[in-house]
């Protein structure tokens, strides 16, 4: 698992199968690698094959039959701890007889606690809240590296992980463990196979040879690589072009702060370095100490049994450790300290623990001093540090040099030098006052997952910096169930309706109204109007709305606020003055908000990053109408005219809290007012009832807004003085609302404010133009259709039928369909509405000039959102085209 790895073994592997690179082949067996005999690689395909039936076979076990297995390896491996630590020793001649039964412990018992409850068969999970199910599936043969440094535990726990994800694994040990390895193999086995693990699941291959290792990487039969070595079998894993997972060497800083517990952390530290004479990739390899207690940290490391080193002695010792280019000594691995001082050409106390080598602080000195690099050997680097800022960037100088990715330590009691730490280290596991070589492996000191496989990230040449356990080696399907998002239907608190009903206003408490209106309606007396009917005798009025208010209208309008704090506000007025009354009172409650933030556009009204505020309202809002149009008196809606462009807030915070719609306040209305309102209604109703957000509640409120506006809006024409047409359009108009409040518009109104906001036409007006073109035009196949989990059939066309029938009858859909269309040309006519934007008097040349911007602007309009067809580019110019010239409806 250490970088000794790579240079003692892989790295002579891989230089020797760089040596011999073989052709890539797509056939069943991969090219022959030169010096390899046929017969060989044969007995491999041999191999390959076995395991790839037995992983055909194990795909067909449920999850008791593997757990099963995993708990009798887990057994067997607990008996045999004790032997194959002895084994281990005799063969590589290193380590630790008492730590390696520990390691094999870790490998088997800690594992089989942690597999326990795991499901890794099938269904492994399912979320019913996110209607997502996820099946595992096993990989099928996997390809398993594993160290001289753990020669048995890995093999112990490499072989447990695959049986649990139902994978078959060859091993290809260091050639300098394969007698630990093939002994490991057997003991799994045996057990395995006796309650029913396929034959073949289990293999070694145990030749040395790097080309038959080479042979394996690139050999079709196997199915995923999984390293544990040092950088050069890691890169030489990644190179094989197939998936894998590859861990790489560790440099483990350790950072001794001076708030930390210094006899815990020198006794933490002694422990984990000794550990198995520190053959683990883990373990401690340099520790950096605050100044003011570097010396009663190095006192308590001798009294604990440590040996500083004399400078003489550091030489002899990286001469004979690593003398010999970048190679380490292999006589220098794993022995106790004193067997190390002896080898080195000098003598130790004999039961001394570690070897203490002071090393430089300063950094450029430090970068290049021999000791810096991994030590699988008990030798730990001291480095004294002036302050934490210098400690960390030698903790991240040593990560530097082999460890990126691996594993650093930090001993403190102040929680933002760990902070710090954490945040300035690149290794995948940062263990907080616990040692690394047993804490890394998890399980032990902390909760992290149990491992002989340390994830180094992208920096050690790993997919992940996890503790690689059995998730990584499974392929997890996700069963994604298809999910509607619940809907809503929101309306104001309160609405009061029908002639008179402005004196609702008498029992509203308020202790400072402010009346909100334009010009021409407090000319008309309006104000007084309410102002008699208010409670309190503190009533200020803002009247200086402008049609399509500004921003600037909108800011006058919040200055009077701050100057009068009110309590309540009543707009009376159209649209506009509605509008401009629920902006004022948004930024009045929240002046931090901006509107270039709030109007952001979005795809989804559910994920937009628009942030409205969520907090209830410290001023009513009362909304009284005077045109019978735009709804604004119970929509979430506010349009404001922001330079050239109209820009909408849009958000339920701006919903009125009441909404007073008395006709008697509209039967002032001038012609062109009523009827260019009473289409805007019109488009309302029938935009919303083919919305991709359309429900049986928004239906049912554009059905009698239709209705009642086919049947009112012509009376209202012929008497204007016909309060019981009035009434009814005044409803009509406030149904709408509730109805595109919640289901929202269309492409008719995207073209229309297009084309108002560029031509200055009202916006009833030019919806009336577009209505005809659009019913046609959503009643057609759609090109494209718009992607939205709660309208799956296209239904638009039924859905115009639906309401054609209630409204004008018909024997069938078609026939209600046509009566709609009809029915809409009928009105329009009988209006006297212009039918075209040439009628209204665009010049021809301007419009073409236009066009593009034009489309652009409309094509981008969020109404297109909850349109039922997605209107494409190139049919939003054929639409303001037909626009220009005029166009009538098809009988559908
Ligand atoms: N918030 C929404 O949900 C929503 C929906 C659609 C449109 N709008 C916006 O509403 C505005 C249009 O509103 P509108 O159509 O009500 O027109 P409007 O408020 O701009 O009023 C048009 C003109 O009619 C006058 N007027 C209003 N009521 C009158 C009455 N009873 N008697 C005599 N004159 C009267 C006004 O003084 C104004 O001069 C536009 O800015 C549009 O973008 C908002
Ligand atoms: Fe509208």
Redesign the pocket.
């Known amino acids: 698992m250490g970088k000794s790895d790579v240079d003692v073994r892989p790295a002579a592997a891989a230089e020797a199968v760089a040596k011999h690179e073989p052709p890539p082949s797509p056939a069943t067996s991969p090219a022959t690698p030169a010096g390899t005999t046929d017969e060989r690689l044969h007995e491999v395909d041999v191999v390959v094959d076995r395991a790839a039936e037995a992983a055909r076979a194990f795909r067909l076990l449920d999850q008791q039959q593997v757990d099963a297995i995993v708990a009798a390896m887990a057994r067997a491996g607990i008996r045999a701890a004790a032997e194959l630590a002895t084994l281990a020793i005799e063969e590589t001649g290193f380590g630790v007889f008492e730590d390696k039964v520990v390691k094999n412990y870790v490998a088997t018992e800690f594992l089989s606690d942690y597999l326990r409850d795991k499901r890794s068969v099938g269904v492994i999970e399912e979320d019913v809240e996110r209607n997502i199910v996820r099946v595992a599936e096993p990989i099928g043969v996997l390809l398993a590296i594993t160290p001289v440094t753990n020669p048995t535990s890995t093999v112990l726990y490499k072989a447990i992980v695959a049986a649990k994800t139902r994978n078959a694994i060859i091993f290809r040990p260091s050639p300098y463990a394969i007698r630990s390895c093939e002994r490991s193999v057997a003991v799994l086995r045996e057990a395995a196979e006796a309650v029913g693990m396929p034959l073949g699941a289990l293999q070694v291959v145990p030749d040395a040879a790097h080309d038959v290792t080479h042979y394996l990487f690139k050999h079709p039969g196997v199915d995923f690589i999984w390293v544990t070595g040092g950088p050069k079998i890691v890169a030489l894993a990644n190179a094989a072009g197939k998936p894998g997972l590859s861990v790489g060497p560790g440099n483990a800083p350790t950072y001794i702060h001076h708030t930390a517990d210094i006899p815990g952390a020198v006794v933490d530290i002694l422990i984990s370095k000794t550990f198995d004479a520190s053959v683990i990739c883990p373990a401690e390899q340099t520790c950096i100490v605050d100044d003011e207690v570097y010396d009663e940290v190095q006192d308590e490391f001798l009294r604990m049994g440590a040996h500083l080193l004399t400078g003489e002695q550091v030489g002899q010792l990286v001469q004979f450790a690593f003398g010999d280019g970048d190679k380490v000594n292999m006589a220098a691995l794993g022995q106790p300290a004193a067997e190390l001082a002896a080898r080195s050409g000098f003598s130790v106390p004999p039961l001394t623990k570690i070897l203490l080598a002071p090393l430089p602080a300063d950094l450029e000195q430090l970068a290049s001093h021999p000791l810096l690099q991994e030590k699988l050997m008990p030798v730990l680097g001291l480095v004294r540090s002036p302050d934490v800022p210098h400690a960390v960037q030698v903790a991240v100088l040593v990560t530097e040099h082999g460890g990126l990715g691996h594993t650093s330590a930090v001993y403190a009691r102040d929680a933002a030098v760990v902070d710090l730490f954490a945040a300035s280290v690149r290794t995948g596991r940062i263990l907080v006052n616990a040692p690394t070589a047993v804490g890394a492996l998890g399980g032990v000191y902390n909760n992290l997952t149990p491992t002989f496989s340390l994830g180094c990230g992208t920096w050690g040449g790993s997919v992940t910096t996890e503790n690689v356990n059995y998730e990584q080696l499974l392929n997890i399907k996700t069963v994604s169930h298809r999910r509607t998002p619940s809907q809503w239907f929101r309306v104001p608190s309160n609405t009061f309706f029908n002639a008179g009903a402005l004196d609702n206003l008498r029992d509203l408490d308020c202790e400072v109204a402010v009346v909100v209106t334009?010009a021409?309606?407090e000319a008309?007396g309006v104000t007084d109007m309410v102002r008699s009917k208010l409670r309190t005798s503190h009533v200020h009025v803002f009247s200086e709305v402008v049609?399509?208010p500004d921003e600037e209208t909108i800011r006058r309008g919040v200055a009077m606020l701050e100057k009068t704090q009110p309590d309540l506000l009543v707009a009376v007025?159209?649209?506009?003055?509605?509008?401009a009354a629920k902006a004022m009172r948004l930024f009045f409650e929240h002046p931090d908000r901006r509107l270039e933030d709030l109007t952001v556009p979005f795809l989804d009204p559910r994920k937009r990053m628009a942030d409205f505020p969520r907090e209830p309202h410290t001023v009513r809002l009362v909304a009284v109408p005077?045109?019978s149009?735009?709804?604004?008196e119970v929509?979430p809606?506010?349009?404001v005219t922001v330079g050239e462009r109209?820009e909408t807030l849009v958000d339920y915070c701006l919903v009125p809290d009441v909404a007073i719609v008395d006709p008697l306040?509209?039967l002032?209305?001038?012609e062109s007012?009523t009827l260019?309102?009473g289409i805007?209604a019109l488009t309302h109703a029938l935009e919303a009832v083919v919305s991709i957000f359309a429900s049986p509640y928004t239906d049912a409120f554009c059905v009698q807004a239709a209705r009642l506006i086919f049947d009112a809006l012509p009376r209202v024409l012929d008497d204007p003085a016909d309060l019981a047409a009035r009434t009814d359009m005044a409803n009509a108009a406030t149904l709408a609302?509730l109805a595109f409040s919640n289901a929202f518009v269309g492409t008719n109104h995207a073209l229309a404010h297009a084309v108002g906001a560029r031509f200055h036409i009202a916006?009833?007006r030019a919806n009336g133009v577009f209505l005809p073109l659009v019913l046609r035009y959503n009643a057609e196949l759609p090109t494209k259709f718009m992607p939205a989990p709660g309208y799956s059939a296209y239904i638009a066309p039924q859905k115009y039928a639906q309401l054609g029938r209630v409204v004008f009858g018909g024997s069938d859909p078609a026939e209600s369909r046509r009566r709609l269309f009809e029915g809409v040309e009928a009105l329009l006519d009988r209006l006297g509405m212009p039918r075209s934007l040439q009628e209204l008097g665009v010049d021809e040349q301007e419009f073409e000039q236009a066009l593009p911007t034009l489309a652009m602007t409309a094509f981008q309009d969020l109404s297109n959102r909850t349109n039922p067809r997605m209107p494409l580019l190139k049919e939003i110019v054929e639409l303001l085209r037909t626009g220009f010239v005029g166009g009538r409806v098809d009988a559908h």
Do not use: I, Y
């Not at 007025?573 to 509008?579: A, F, H, I, Y």
């Not at 149009?629 to 604004?632: A, D, F």
């Open positions: 334009d021409a309606n008309r049609p399509e007025g159209g649209g506009s003055v509605l509008d005077t045109t149009g735009t709804g604004s929509s809606a506010a349009v109209k306040l509209t002032s209305m001038p007012v260019d309102s805007d609302g916006h009833g």
